[in-house]
């Protein structure tokens, strides 16, 4: 089945057979991710034909995901389709003439010089809005102001601290430079290009959709995603993403502080699978989608997002489940 093809995203059918070896290893991976409690798909497509596609504990093809922070990375995308459509003109342009009445006349004039590339890439210098900080920035009355008015611990482009407010701060962007939601940006820029629709996700008390969370997706779609980016930008012969996006966006220009495998580009995390490279999109409880070039590969998981106290062990057994399948691929 091409998934450039006119197959029904909710549709049953079968997955491309896959060669007698990586069946083998195919089967193996089945029967590993059927152990892990909280997995609720896996799928592999390689070459836009998707080999391997398994549903766990009454989970449907059907069912849409939320996605959790691999919304970062859709939300990257919709910067460079902004970018693409003459919305936005580079990612080096400041943002604080979109945020003039938020930043407020007293803000610190560092803050005048961050660039929609700091917010991609999470070199804001603000301090996070994550973690600890995460509950107190989305009971707040204006999620945008309370981002822009939190501390510089660092200067604009010095160091990557990870904040869900710095997606969300490029949301409100794009909503401003497209004069239209979001969402409806997304849905006419992104996801008509790629064949589906998006459910509505979340929006702040001022009406700007979530950015970099809460976003919904079926695992087909989200492998689609996956194949814009493994296609350098294109669906076919059209082309979706600026030229070069994909590779900027791939380029590490970060490294996460809670482990050193992690490097972060344009909303995509970066780490190696065996001795491959992959970038992926990365969600809070197991929500991912591995985007491997050498191998011509996107994996897809989704998993119950309740997390619970074996949260390390099922990221580990995803990273394994991933790892085994590019290695069968590599060995054909």
Do not use: C
């Amino acid at each position: 089945m091409a998934l450039s093809g006119a197959v029904s995203l909710g549709g049953q059918a079968p997955p491309t057979p896959a060669t007698p070896n990586s069946q083998t290893a195919f089967d193996a991976v089945t029967a590993s991710a059927s152990r892990l409690p909280r997995l609720r798909s896996l799928l592999v497509s390689r070459r836009g034909e998707l080999v391997l596609e398994r549903y766990f504990k009454g989970a449907r093809a059907t069912t849409p995901a939320n996605i959790k922070s691999a919304s970062k990375s859709v939300m990257s995308a919709l910067v460079g389709t902004a970018l693409s459509a003459g919305h936005l003109k580079t990612v080096t342009d400041p943002v604080a003439p979109y945020f003039a009445a938020d930043l407020g006349s007293s803000a610190d004039p560092r803050k005048r010089a961050i660039t929609i590339e700091h917010l991609l890439t999470m070199q804001s210098g603000l301090e996070s809005t994550s973690g600890r900080n995460y509950g107190a920035w989305v009971t707040s009355a204006n999620w945008v102001r309370y981002a822009l008015r939190q501390p510089l611990i660092a200067d604009p482009g010095t160091a990557m601290e990870y904040s869900t407010g710095n997606s969300h701060l490029l949301s409100a962007v794009i909503t401003k430079a497209t004069r239209r939601s979001t969402w409806q940006f997304a849905q006419e820029a992104l996801a008509r290009p790629l064949g589906f629709t998006l459910p509505r996700w979340p929006q702040d008390p001022q009406g700007i959709y979530f950015g970099g969370n809460d976003m919904l997706m079926t695992p087909r779609q989200m492998v689609r995603f996956g194949e814009l980016y493994l296609n350098d930008g294109r669906v076919g012969e059209r082309r979706i993403l600026p030229e070069g996006w994909v590779a900027r966006s791939f380029v590490p220009r970060g490294r996460s502080r809670w482990g050193n495998d992690r490097e972060y580009g344009y909303g995509w995390w970066i780490r190696t699978l065996g001795t491959t490279t992959a970038y992926y999109a990365w969600g809070y409880g197991g929500q991912f989608i591995f985007v491997v070039p050498d191998s011509q590969l996107v994996i897809v998981t989704t998993s119950d997002p309740n997390v619970t106290r074996e949260r390390r062990e099922h990221l580990d057994g995803i990273y394994t489940l991933a790892e085994v399948i590019v290695g069968a691929v590599e060995q054909e």
